[in-house]
């Protein structure tokens, strides 16, 4: 089968369409013929070996895996023997490492039954950045219906899903994006668009009762000042390649200090891949309440410009490989 490989960290340049042999799945596993992948943040962090301790799980001088991909839909081919609840051609979305390939071995625990309204394509865009966004608003956030929430990043690909499962929830949604968005952001339903350009949320004297920060471009006080006294913020990455591992830990240990001397909570998320909430996002979308934005679709051979266009951090929703 044809898949994405690599030996070496570094840019997309070390990404090779390879001939390899198909995976074999373990017993809690399906073998899932691809359909669609789609890129998130996760990949190009893998392929740089960046920040430097993450090379601590995934090798120090060269990658343990060299196959990259997360994010997937597709038709179940084969099952392992503790799996009871998906069956071979299932068609199912969720996670499985190496999903830039024709075929890949995913978790029964980590996928979901495809809705029949929703593409391969749609469907591959979900999992990171659905459950991202379901679980910081959800869990993290604790938001609840007339609450106030707003996302700054909200034409990303966890803003775009986080704006509907919000409006979804019952909130009054805020987003913040560029100017070139704000049309997009609004008609998948904010109900106010901040254009980031020409205006800085942080001093108009507006509080939240939440705020989901995406991006990762102010202070913490400022964001602070935004938030009501009982409000909660909520933090999620930000940045491109360029950004340091002290870039990266510094508003984590901001997050603690600041806990000791406000009311206000602070809190991080990183998805929790499991079928349960998969199934709540594909339910989301059944009746049209989340539908995915996709930005640009690629195919299996354009994984390095996908990723590349992805490290700009100007995608507009989610960008997704295209399987044939």
Request: with cysteine.
């Amino acid at each position: 089968m044809k898949a994405i490989v690599y030996h070496h960290y570094g840019p997309p340049e070390v990404l090779q369409l390879q001939e390899i042999e198909i995976p074999t799945p373990t017993d809690d596993q399906v073998l899932i013929r691809v359909r669609a992948a789609s890129v998130n943040p996760l990949d190009w962090h893998f392929m740089r070996g960046t920040p430097a301790p993450l090379r601590l799980f995934t090798g120090l001088g060269k990658p343990k895996s060299n196959r990259l991909g997360l994010d997937v839909s597709g038709i179940v081919e084969a099952v392992g023997r503790n799996v009871t609840r998906l069956k071979h051609s299932d068609a199912v979305f969720g996670t499985a490492k190496g999903a830039f390939a024709a075929y890949a071995c995913g978790k029964e625990s980590e996928l979901a039954l495809k809705p029949a309204e929703v593409t391969f394509e749609q469907a591959a865009s979900v999992p990171i950045a659905g459950l991202t966004a379901l679980q910081g608003l959800r869990d993290s956030g604790q938001l609840k219906p007339s609450q106030t929430v707003l996302i700054n990043g909200a034409a990303g690909g966890v803003g775009t899903f986080a704006v509907q499962i919000a409006r979804a929830f019952g909130a009054q949604v805020t987003g913040v994006c560029s100017t070139r968005n704000l049309a997009m952001v609004q008609s998948i339903g904010a109900d106010q668009v901040i254009d980031y350009t020409r205006e800085d949320f942080t001093t108009s004297g507006r509080k939240h009762d939440v705020i989901f920060d995406l991006v990762g471009n102010h202070s913490l006080g400022a964001l602070l000042r935004a938030l009501k006294p009982t409000g909660i913020f909520v933090a999620c990455g930000g940045g491109g390649p360029e950004k340091t591992s002290m870039d990266l830990l510094l508003p984590m240990f901001q997050k603690i200090a600041a806990s000791f001397f406000t009311k206000q909570k602070l809190a991080g998320v990183f998805a929790k891949i499991n079928a349960g909430d998969l199934t709540v996002l594909g339910d989301m979308m059944q009746p049209g309440k989340v539908r995915p934005v996709l930005d640009k679709i690629y195919t299996l051979a354009d994984v390095s410009q996908a990723i590349r266009y992805v490290e700009g951090c100007h995608a507009r929703g989610k960008v997704v490989i295209s399987v044939a």
